[in-house]
């Protein structure tokens, strides 16, 4: 679709012009607006096919724009793109009817591969929008943290699924989040007033597990005193959340696929049947798909619960992620003790950049939660980690020999430049000759700044710093 007209809404210029250079490319007709009031004139004087928006802009946000447009009549389809991902934003846009949800830093094939999708979209389908349901407003969100490309994307995938009845499953290494996932589209979704019921395959024997899934009935077997509910019958209108799957015994994994295709189960010892209306998410952290193919996990039942299948990364492929996520364990367990622990210093982040995290989320909460314990100041230092953290060499020297890295270097300078100018943005940005908002993201990105109006970098930070001597390797 050349020729195609887009709109694209951005305060950063730099993320304009690099969005027009290759979509212009691309054969389209480029547009460009600084925020969303602007862009709403220029609708009026010509409608675009695509709008590419940013989502925090000073005048009308890309949310406020789009409510705008499709309370205008415009229902073109709308790509909000941001720097800050969080799953509250993919929810609200994608209830809102925002066609796709980017995070930047993109990459130009992430770029090309959205538009053609969205513009082939309306070609294709001018399907009329699921009215929205007023009941599910609130968005709660507030404890999954993380903006790289790879969350955000996990992001939009429970903010869809989270509108649907679609049986999930969620696979991910241990500590990666797969229960707080489950509990978040719950939580998004149509049956968030009615339980969420945790099952466990592996944690309890089969006859026990039994009991528990389907309840019992009084004398089905020795100590079954009273008739029990089940935790099926307890999760009835609500989400059954079905965690280690893979770990089910063949007899149950069999009882299981009854249950999520007829939505019938008994309870033990009895011969009536019962009926139960339940969302299921499963969780799996070994890949079922490969267990299917060992013999160990039955296919017919893989197939009914891969109806959606988020894949969660394992922490070391989304690194970025590691500050923002200190960041919060640190106001999470920080503010107990009698000299709060507020932050944490360049050189302990890099030490956690440097690990392979095996046990994912869970382990970097755990080693925060460690040194915020042990820290004797209001900051953590390298050593305040735990040793395996600490002990990891560091690859970027290894390769450079010693050398300082371009990144290295690029945050000491802007951490001088922002030290001698007593942190002033505007003043330190013009100094280093980019954009305010880029120096926002790239502090951002370092785990300084965690909202647009908190700038700060820790005095304990700046005044730990040394100029970087760059020639002295050898
Ligand atoms: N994106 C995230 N933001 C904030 N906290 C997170 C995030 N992901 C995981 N956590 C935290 O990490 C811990 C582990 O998460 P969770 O229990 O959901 O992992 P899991 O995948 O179910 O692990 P396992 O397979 O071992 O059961 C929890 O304390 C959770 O709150
Ligand atoms: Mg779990």
Not at 76 to 91: D, Q
Not at 324 to 331: E, H, K, M
Request: with cysteine; glycine share 6%; hydrophobic share 40%.
């Amino acid at each position: 679709m050349r020729n195609s007209n887009i709109l694209i809404v951005d305060h950063d210029t730099d993320t304009q012009a690099q969005l027009r250079g290759v979509l212009s490319q691309e054969g389209y007709t480029i547009d460009t607006a600084p925020d969303g009031r602007a862009a709403l004139g220029l609708v009026t004087r010509q409608i675009p096919d695509l709008v590419m928006s940013d989502l925090n802009m000073p005048e009308l946000d890309g949310l406020s724009l789009l409510g705008e447009l499709r309370s205008l009549g415009h229902d073109m389809p709308i790509i909000l793109m941001t720097a800050c991902g969080s799953l509250k934003t993919a929810v609200d846009g994608i209830r809102a009817g925002a066609f796709d949800y980017i995070s930047k830093p993109f990459s130009l094939d992430d770029v090309r591969l959205v538009v053609r999708r969205a513009l082939q979209h309306t070609q294709l389908s001018r399907e009329p929008r699921q009215p929205e349901n007023p009941l599910h407003h609130s968005i709660r969100a507030e404890n999954l943290v993380g903006s790289s490309p790879a969350v955000v994307s996990v992001y939009k995938s429970i903010a869809r699924v989270a509108q649907t009845e679609s049986t999930v499953l969620l696979e991910g290494e241990s500590g990666t989040g797969k229960e707080l996932i489950a509990r978040a589209i719950h939580a998004n979704s149509a049956r968030s007033t009615a339980p969420f019921v945790t099952i466990d395959g592996g944690a309890l024997t089969e006859t026990l597990l039994e009991s528990e899934l389907f309840g019992h009935e009084r004398g089905a077997f020795t100590g079954a005193v009273g008739a029990k509910k089940g935790l099926l019958e307890k999760a009835h209108l609500g989400t059954c959340f079905l965690d280690e799957v893979a770990d089910l015994s063949p007899a149950l994994q069999g009882k299981l696929l009854r249950v999520i295709q007829e939505r019938e189960f008994r309870r033990v010892g009895s011969t009536a049947t019962m009926t139960v209306d339940v969302r299921i998410i499963a969780a799996s952290k070994k890949n079922l798909s490969s267990l299917v193919q060992a013999g160990r996990f039955r296919e017919d039942l893989y197939y009914r619960l891969n109806v959606v299948t988020i894949q969660i990364p394992p922490l070391r492929e989304r690194m970025e992620d590691i500050p923002v996520l200190t960041q919060y364990f640190i106001n999470k367990y920080g503010g107990v003790k009698s000299t709060p622990v507020t932050t944490i210093s360049p050189e302990a982040i890099d030490a956690l950049t440097r690990y392979a995290w095996p046990g994912n989320v869970r382990e970097l909460e755990h080693a925060v939660e460690q040194a915020v314990a042990l820290a004797p100041h209001s900051l953590i230092y390298p050593e305040d980690l735990p040793h395996a953290v600490q002990t990891r060499p560091k690859p970027s020297s290894a390769q450079s020999r010693g050398w300082v890295t371009l990144a290295e270097l690029e945050r000491a300078h802007i951490l001088q430049v922002l030290k001698h100018h007593q942190q002033d943005l505007g003043r330190s940005a013009e100094i280093l000759g980019i954009h305010r908002k880029t120096l926002l993201r790239k502090l951002r990105q370092f785990g300084f700044a965690d909202g647009p109006r908190t700038m700060y970098v820790h005095p304990d930070i700046l005044s730990t710093l040394v100029p970087m001597d760059t020639t002295s390797m050898t």
